[in-house]
């Protein structure tokens, strides 16, 4: 993230990437733009804008190899720009925050606990209800429901 890169560091990498998908080979990085393409140069071009433009919340290297990992390979540089690049990139982000480890669940249920239990202890709470009186900008539906007993206390 952060850094944005150039037209020659986003060609580096989808190649770097593909080959090594699709051969299993790490090509040597070119040096000079003149081993692009013409015609794919102006799909890095396109694709180091939408990087620039998104202010750092794209990390193009993770899109890059999120798209070589969903096309198992091989694939075009127009693919990078398009709206189905982006929808690949932004399911494999959420695929990838996703966990079915029942230990990593519990764990962030258990750290999730004890953040709402210090909040509680340090600002005098000392029931559910005053903790859903306290965030109740936060919290309106949960609220609504325990009022109305739908959810168990």
Known sequence: MGKVPTILDAFNHWRSEVLFRSKGVHPRRSTSEDAIKPEYKVFF??????????????????????????????FHPKSLTTQKGMKIYRTMIKTSRL???????????????????????????????????????????????????LCPP
Not at 122 to 143: K, V
């Open 99 to 149: 966990s079915s480890d029942p230990d990593e669940i519990y764990a962030q249920v258990s750290a999730s606990i004890g953040f709402i239990r210090g909040y509680c202890i340090e600002n005098g709470i000392w029931s559910f209800d005053e903790y859903l009186d306290e965030n109740r900008m936060f919290i309106p539906r949960l609220r609504a429901r325990r009022i109305g007993n």
């Open 45 to 74: 071009e396109k694709f180091v804008k939408l990087v620039d433009d998104t202010d750092g919340i794209v990390d193009w290297k993770l899109y890059i190899e999120d798209m070589a990992k969903f096309h198992s390979g091989w």
